[in-house]
């Protein structure tokens, strides 16, 4: 069988003598427990290279060439499980089930390029040292000492971070002082610093120089210690500023805040030169609202001689104040007399946020000048009366009032001043002084009339003015007296039946869900017999309009059981 299965070919065929072939049944090899057929890609290995011991001592085994391996790794898609398979591998085969390269493993290949080789990991800092850049008197890197080469007495057995600087002297002069620094975090700086600019610069490191005689020999003879600093990097920082050529340009790369600190300990050390440099550059470039808050803690704790901090304060303290209450009702005019809808809109935006209760701006706790705004309003309502009475002037157009003024339309104009009187109404319900507006509106008899002879399109931009009142009313935003309140509803509850179905149509941002809930609350506020009139009123209005007169059946309800069902007050007989 042995011999038999030899002279098998390549299709199970076995040859016989004569020339006659019979066919054999090929043998499957995934169900035998033979090895794998040989594929181009898995080639075996030379029983000389598999078995070092059996390849003689006359044999060497060729070695790996580096550069196959790369190749081979590279060109696998599964080189993290066929890496140890070395120069196997073809760099130019792609391992696939099923499918065979035809091109020939003995033909040469260009390598491709070798993998990027990892960098190793940063050494991790040291835990007692703190490396920084130190900036020379000409822009020269300072020298930086570590810890190590510190002296012993300066490095304990659990010390904190130390940041050691050397500042590099100028000509002629010597490092000949140390300067340590501990803050109040536990963070250290020893600085080599020239002790003649040092104690020429600040009066307080004059002071606690050390004598010449005091000093020992050698270079860092002198030392000053400083405890208990606030902010460390700010402290080195003004200590550095001394030996800088250039002290604006160091402080604009560092930015306002951190100049804000540096002007704050220049102050604590009597650094004049400092002081000076600091509000130079303070004044000439522009904060945010941190930093301005910064500035006023500090104007607060310290005061400054120079002529320049005069012009900082006057950044932040004007020397000619204003109310602000009379700057916002000159916005409040601006707004009204603007002829621009989008900048009208933008520019009440703007005064609600400043007016807004929820506002970040602080503003004076007797509110708005009364007497201002209601002025406005007058003005309003006299346009506005000169508007309808330009309306009700005969016209070429019939049954329309298009009359036009400039490049403006009667009935733009009359919603401008109509928009108007209706923001003007919120900023006085908003500040609880609108009480005066609900009867200066119910005492309008000239509008009153002059709305039964305008068109429809302008009138009904009265009865939006209306709405805002009842709605006001309604929520008990607005508290009014009894008289005001009939004489309100005698006026315009009739115009507001009659111009509903415009509003519907014409809405412009108003509720009118809102109108005529509010509506009807309001009008629960009369004594009963009144509402017996306005509900009569409403309901034959109802009756014949349906859907473009207002929905009140909740309040009629509300008022016939009180009236007929529930009257808790019976007369005595």
């Known amino acids: 069988m042995v011999a038999d299965a030899a002279q098998q070919g390549p299709r199970g065929h076995r040859r016989r003598g004569g020339g006659a072939a019979t066919r054999v049944r090929p043998r499957a090899w995934c ?34 060439s580096p550069s196959s391996a790369a190749a081979s790794f590279y060109g696998s898609p599964t080189s993290s499980r066929l890496a140890g398979l070395g120069g196997l591998i073809d760099p130019r ?30 050494p991790p800092p040291a835990s007692s040292v703190e490396v920084s850049a130190a900036v020379g008197p000409a822009e020269q890197p300072a020298a930086v000492l570590l810890a190590s080469a510190l ?9 904190p971070p130390v940041l050691a600087v050397r500042e590099e002297a100028d000509a002629g002069g010597v490092l000949d002082l140390r ?27 004059a002071a606690m120089a050390p004598r010449e005689d005091a000093a020992g020999a050698g270079a860092g003879g002198k030392r000053i210690e400083v405890d208990g600093v606030e902010n460390l990097d700010a402290f080195r920082a003004a200590v550095e500023l001394m030996y800088d050529p250039y002290p604006l340009r160091c402080l604009a790369a560092a930015g306002v805040s951190r100049a804000i600190d540096v ?21 000439a470039v522009p904060w945010n609202e941190n930093d301005e808050e910064k500035l006023k803690n500090l ?11 005069q012009d900082i304060l006057a950044r932040l303290r004007p020397h000619n104040w204003k109310n602000s209450d009379d700057l916002t009702v000159q916005l409040i005019q601006s707004v009204t007399s603007s002829t621009s809808t989008v900048a009208r809109k933008d520019m009440q935006s703007l005064v609600n946020g400043l007016l807004s209760k929820s506002s970040v701006y602080q503003k004076d706790s007797s509110g708005l000048n009364k007497e201002s705004l209601y002025q406005i309003c007058y003005l309003c309502l006299e346009s506005l009366v000169d508007l309808f009475e330009e309306a009700s002037e005969p016209t070429d157009y019939t049954g329309q009032a298009v009359a036009v003024r400039g490049s403006k339309s009667l009935i733009e104009r009359v919603s401008r001043q109509a928009e108007n009187l209706n923001w003007l109404l919120e900023i006085l319900v908003n500040n609880d002084i609108a009480e005066e507006f609900v009867e200066l509106w119910a005492k309008q008899d000239r509008l009153i009339r002059m709305h ?24 008990g935003k607005v508290q009014c007296r009894g008289d005001v309140r009939s004489l309100l509803f005698h006026g315009w509850f009739s115009t507001m039946l009659l111009d509903f179905g415009w509003l519907q149509r014409c809405p412009k941002g108003l ?63």
């Open 31 to 64: 169900c035998s427990f033979g090895g794998a057929p040989d594929s181009p890609d898995l080639r075996p290995l030379p029983s000389s290279a598999a078995s070092p011991a059996a390849a003689g001592p006359g044999r060497k085994l060729p070695p790996k």
């Open 93 to 122: 085969r792609i391992l696939s089930p099923g499918r065979v390269s035809p091109i020939d493993p003995d033909a040469g290949a260009v390598p491709p390029p070798p993998l990027p080789v990892p960098l190793p990991p940063p």
């Open 151 to 159: 002296p012993s007495a300066t490095v304990a057995a659990a010390p």
């Open 179 to 205: 300067l340590f620094l501990r803050g109040r975090d536990g963070r250290c700086v020893l600085m080599e610093v020239d002790s003649t600019v040092l104690c020429g610069c600040s009066d307080f490191f």
């Open 263 to 283: 002007l704050e300990v220049c102050s604590s050390i009597m650094f004049s030169k400092g002081i000076k440099s600091c509000l130079t550059y303070i004044e």
């Open 299 to 309: 104007f607060a704790r310290f005061t400054f001689d120079e002529a320049i901090f």
């Open 452 to 475: 039964k002879q305008a068109s429809a399109m302008v009138r009904y931009e009265l009865s939006r003015i209306s709405a805002g009142v009842f709605i006001s009313l309604g929520k």
């Open 511 to 573: 509720d009118l869900r809102s109108l005529e809930e509010n509506l009807g609350r309001g009008l629960l506020t009369l004594p009963l017999r009144q509402q017996q009139c306005l509900f009569e009123e409403w309901f034959q209005f109802y009756a014949t309009k349906g859907a473009e007169c207002p929905n009140l059946i909740r309040a009629f309800q509300v008022w016939w059981r009180r009236s007929f069902i529930r009257s808790l007050v019976e007369p005595q007989s």
